[in-house]
């Protein structure tokens, strides 16, 4: 498969662009079906800048499957200095998809500290060889907010639990 990349969504939209000024210019059409036309083009520009970075593979805001197998992860942690916040990065694998072709999707998640030791702890089992599954939990209170002691700033909690993957039981011969 031929892919192009950013090179070639740029040089379709500027090839378009200039269809787009040909007809603008050298055809009989009325101005308000020329405008129409600029307003659609310029509108599907917006629409594919917005919709272009999940193509890129960056992680997604949507919260990860209740149920999951740990790929990997990654601690960013909330920088007093900048006042940059700290995100967690998991790469996981959706176990409600049984189908072994599932590839794994980045999520990011708002930093607590509650959520760093379990990914750290997660983490170490991973660099070990044993495979961590995990489960995404919401407290069932909306009003329940963790208070990060770094920040002082109140946000949402996110709970996961992390399980290791227990041995297959294979049969002996």
């Known amino acids: 498969m031929f892919i192009l990349g950013i090179t070639g969504l740029v040089t379709a939209y500027v090839l378009l662009a200039l269809l787009l000024l040909s007809i603008?210019?050298?055809?009989?059409?009325?101005?308000?079906?020329?405008?129409?036309?600029?307003?659609?083009?310029t509108f599907l520009y917006v629409v594919t800048y917005i919709s272009f970075p999940p193509l890129l593979g960056w992680p997604t805001g949507e919260p990860p499957p209740k149920r999951f197998r740990l790929?990997?992860?990654?601690?960013?942690?909330?920088?007093?200095?900048?006042?940059?916040?700290?995100?967690?990065?998991?790469w996981l694998k959706d176990l409600n998809d049984l189908s072994a072709r599932t590839r794994p999707r980045a999520h990011e998640l708002p930093y607590s500290g509650q959520l760093h030791e379990a990914v750290i702890k997660a983490k170490s089992k991973l660099s070990r060889?044993?495979?961590?599954?995990?489960?995404?939990?919401?407290?069932?209170?909306?009003?329940?907010?963790?208070?990060?002691?770094l920040t002082r700033t109140a946000q949402e909690a996110v709970s996961i639990e992390f399980y290791d993957l227990p041995d297959p039981l294979i049969p002996e011969k």
């Open 24 to 41: 603008n210019l050298y055809s009989n059409w009325s101005w308000k079906i020329k405008a129409g036309a600029i307003v659609v083009t």
């Open 129 to 149: 060889g044993m495979a961590q599954l995990g489960e995404f939990k919401r407290p069932d209170d909306a009003n329940f907010r963790e208070i990060d002691t």
């Open 71 to 90: 790929v990997a992860a990654d601690v960013l942690q909330p920088d007093k200095s900048t006042g940059a916040e700290g995100m967690i990065y998991l």
